[in-house]
């Protein structure tokens, strides 16, 4: 469900990796809502290996997929869509160039 609502929303998951880096479990620790609009990413340095980026895409999946985060979610209209690390990046730089083009369209950008 899309709302025409500008709803700022926050939540902090705890992730718990085992030796090897796979996720074991993710709980919801805190979530709130606000009014200013946003979409959020976790970004990490191009040097992350592999086996790390792999971990938080499965933190972030299972994060998703509590039924608190479900509730939370439903009740603020802030669904996000489920995107791994590199949807995520092709998305961000879809984004970045739509909006950089409407900003120098209207003359608020060079």
């Known amino acids: ?13 705890e992730v718990k990796l085992g030796k090897g880096g796979q996720v074991e479990g993710v709980r919801l620790l805190s979530a709130s809502a606000g009014d200013a609009g946003t979409w959020a990413r976790i970004v990490a340095s191009a040097k992350v290996p592999a086996p790390l980026v792999a971990a938080l895409d499965e933190a972030v999946r299972k994060a998703l997929d509590t039924p608190e985060w479900k509730k939370f979610c439903a009740e603020t209209y802030t669904c996000v869509e489920r995107m ?9 730089e879809k984004n970045y160039r739509e909006v950089g083009a409407f900003m120098k369209q209207f003359g608020l950008a060079k």
């Open 1 to 13: 469900m899309r709302s025409s609502a500008t709803v700022d929303a926050r939540a902090t998951f």
């Open 84 to 92: 791994d690390h590199k949807q995520s990046q092709a998305f961000v």
